[in-house]
């Protein structure tokens, strides 16, 4: 392994998709990431649709380069392994809520004592200090927690309704990824772990409010919460004479552009609306509601030359099958077929970004349950018959 955290060591202790989804880059990036799995499995293998069974699309997607484990942890054989593993790790990342972690006796304290290298990381729902913090939590469940939903209404006038693409869980997974590798640095430079708690409630609240904090950012408020731009009901694909174009005519420079493009600037110089972000933004209802009007005057190939011609950013609107085949994404070589040991061909996406040394991506297929459990044991100094007592007594398991 060439990525840049080649010779880290990361147990995760995770299900689901966004502790996974964290644990998944820290592979890509060359970690030796071992999966400890309940005799179950992770519950998202069952998601489908499937062409073996435990091994779903959702599943494949986020849990490349690592090595999978079973361990029942219910079992005190299957705890001693695990502190086994601690004692030679890294990084220990978990999505147990911390009651349950501390029920299994895993408390930053008695993991520190095992390893004071150790950084621990916990991801889950909510900050141990207030009153949520033994709540469960989920995707859907935080995006209405931080008003996602309601923003929606607000900006299309129709019911709340989550986001479909699991944000939370993928954006607080990458919170994450910045934690860990913060907190490496620290550790190779003091020799000393850390514990870190990432709750998903006060993460995404930061994220939204980063934006629609607005006038409230002042003491006392300056104006209400929301950013205008934002929730306005005509902020979305412009419908064209033949279907939709996504543009994004944003800074001065901009819409000096734009309306030069349409043979119009004397427009631009008379109206003051136009003329800086501060009065686009008094006027935005008026200048995105005048905008969509004429957009819809032209077909979309024409309105993505002119905006190529004038330098605007904009993108035609792609549906999930047309992103698949997408020509930028063709050529850039972001779909690539492989071939999975077991599951046959598959379609992988490439690490999307690029590193003049030490480029991370896939080190591993995603593992079928208890693949490397074996291989993981056998490192961790246990025999052949003490391997094979562990798989009769249930507390590991192999594919079968």
């Not at 147990?96 to 991801?123: H, K, S, Y």
């Not at 954006?171 to 994450?176: D, I, N, S, T, Y």
């Not at 994220?207 to 950013?227: E, I, K, N, R, T």
């Not at 599951?343 to 490397?372: C, F, I, K, N």
Request: charged share 20%.
């Amino acid at each position: 392994m060439s990525g840049p955290l080649a010779g880290t060591r990361v147990v995760d202790l995770s299900t689901m998709l966004m502790a996974p989804y964290a644990t998944q880059i820290l592979g890509d990036m060359g970690a030796d990431v071992i999966k400890v799995e309940a005799p179950a499995g992770d519950p998202v293998r069952g998601i489908g649709p499937l062409k073996n069974p435990g091994m779903g699309p959702i599943f494949l997607n986020v849990n490349r380069s690592k090595r999978s484990l079973v361990l029942d942890l219910k079992n005190p054989a299957g705890m001693e392994v695990l502190h086994g593993l601690l004692q030679t790790a890294d990084v220990f990342v978990y999505n147990v809520r911390p009651q349950a972690m501390e029920r299994l006796g895993l408390t930053f304290e008695r993991l520190t004592a095992l390893n004071p290298r150790l950084i621990t990381l916990g991801l889950f729902g909510y900050g141990q200090d207030g009153p949520y913090a033994k709540k469960p939590a989920f995707d859907d469940l935080i995006q209405g927690a931080v008003a996602i939903p309601w923003l929606a209404h607000q900006a299309t006038g129709q019911e709340p309704a989550y986001t479909p693409t699991a944000i939370v869980d993928r954006g607080v997974a990458l919170w994450a990824v910045g934690q860990v590798n913060a907190a490496l640095v620290h550790q190779l430079k003091t020799g000393q772990g850390q514990h870190i708690q990432v709750p998903m409630f006060e993460m995404m609240a930061s994220f939204v409010l980063g934006d629609h904090l607005s006038g409230h950012s002042f003491d006392p408020p300056l104006g209400p919460l929301g950013y205008p731009r934002m929730i306005n009901r005509d902020r979305k694909p412009y419908r064209t004479q033949d279907g939709y174009v996504c543009a994004m005519i944003y800074t001065d420079g901009h819409w000096k552009s734009f309306f030069q493009a349409l043979g119009r600037p004397e427009e631009f110089e008379r109206d003051a609306r136009y003329h800086s972000m501060t009065s686009r933004t008094q006027h935005i209802a008026d200048i995105y509601r005048e905008l969509g009007e004429l957009l819809r005057t032209q077909t979309t190939a024409h309105w993505l030359a002119l905006f190529e011609r004038a330098d605007i950013p904009a993108m035609p609107l792609h549906t999930p099958d047309t992103l698949r085949e997408d020509p930028h994404l063709q050529a850039v070589g972001f779909f690539n077929a492989y071939e999975h040991p077991s599951q046959g061909a598959l379609v992988d996406m490439a690490y999307p970004s690029t590193w003049s040394q030490t480029q991370p991506g896939g080190t591993r297929h995603p593992p079928t349950l208890g693949e490397h459990s074996i291989e993981v044991l056998k490192e961790a100094g246990y025999s052949d018959p003490h391997i094979a007592e562990l798989i009769r007594a249930g507390i590991t398991r192999i594919p079968q």
